[in-house]
């Protein structure tokens, strides 16, 4: 695909935080860490973790295993000393506080014990499955009142692997697609950040070329012509089940989500076809909604 659109403009978007936000992220786990102590296996998981965090991303994921307490629900075993869910966030929350870094800065949330600090930290509380090392793990939502399985270890392995395969390319095009949701879709419930990431996971190696531009205008292209009842076959990285459902990515947001990227699709093949390099990164940076 011959295009005038500067390599700045066409790589503006598969930007990585900086490394002073990176570092910055892993001083807070490890001080979360260290005030949960042993009684919590704690680890990063989403975007920070995965490499795949736009810049001004402040949303930090720590997920925190209990140790010694296993699911009954998924392992069929018969709990000798049972624990309520709502009593393991009360628990976390309340260490959470012990400490005078995050004193009166915690909230019980439907799958999270939030922190708010320099960034919005969400401890996922957890429970064993094999064990605390070992996913999958089981964690719960208030709201619906359910456990399920959560497999964020084997998610971060798999991306590594991926990265690898594509010269180093599949991170830079979900960063990028991560960041054309943000500037677009006002509403993260249309196009939420995990999904996007599984979504262009499902893609084969060859489809991450090199260019950006060529790479971000044949995935959306297709993106936007997929047929939701017809593609039960989009797993989670973790390859765990299907994300087109209509309790995880539903059917409205989708193709609300299709609709959106139609637009900026078109608006890369008019980029793609401007006859000078002004006119190509104006239109580049419309698609994105600049």
């Known amino acids: 695909m011959p ?7 066409a790589s503006r978007y598969t930007a990585a935080p900086t490394q002073t936000t990176v ?14 102590a042993n009684a919590y296996e704690t680890f990063l998981q989403g975007s920070y973790k995965n490499d795949t965090s736009i810049p001004d991303l402040n949303d930090v994921d720590i997920v925190a295993v209990r140790r010694g307490t296993y699911s009954t629900h998924f392992t ?12 393991i966030f009360d628990e976390l929350r309340a260490l959470l506080e012990a400490s005078h870094h995050y004193r009166g800065k915690t909230e019980k949330r439907d799958k999270c ?10 401890v996922v509380p957890a429970i064993e499955i094999v064990d605390a090392l070992t996913d999958p793990i089981a964690i719960y939502s ?3 009142r359910k456990e399920r399985k959560n497999s964020p270890r084997l998610h971060y392995q798999k991306g590594v692997m991926k990265q ?10 979900v960063r990028m697609f991560k960041r054309w949701c943000r500037q677009v879709i006002a509403d993260d419930d249309i196009a939420p950040s995990f999904y996007i990431e599984c979504l262009i996971y499902g893609f084969s190696d060859d489809s991450f070329v ?10 959306a292209s297709a993106i936007a012509g997929l047929d939701y009842h017809r593609q039960g076959g989009i797993l989670t990285v973790a390859g765990d089940k299907s994300i087109l459902t209509q309790d995880d990515w539903s059917a409205a947001a989708f193709a609300e989500f299709q609709h959106r990227l139609r637009g900026s699709v078109a608006t890369v093949g008019q980029a793609t076809g401007a006859t ?5 990164d104006m239109l580049w940076r419309r698609a994105f909604n600049e």
Do not use: M
């Open 3 to 9: 295009h005038l659109i500067s390599l700045l403009a």
């Open 23 to 36: 570092t910055a992220v892993k001083s807070l786990h490890e001080n979360i860490r260290a005030v949960l």
């Open 76 to 87: 069929g075993r018969s709990g000798s000393n049972p624990i309520e869910w709502e009593t």
């Open 113 to 122: 014990v939030n922190v708010a600090t320099g960034f919005s930290a969400d």
């Open 142 to 144: 208030r709201s619906a």
């Open 164 to 173: 690898e395969t594509t010269d180093d390319l599949y991170k830079p095009t």
């Open 210 to 219: 090199l260019d950006p531009v060529e790479r971000f205008h044949s995935i």
């Open 276 to 280: 000078s390099q002004l006119e190509a």
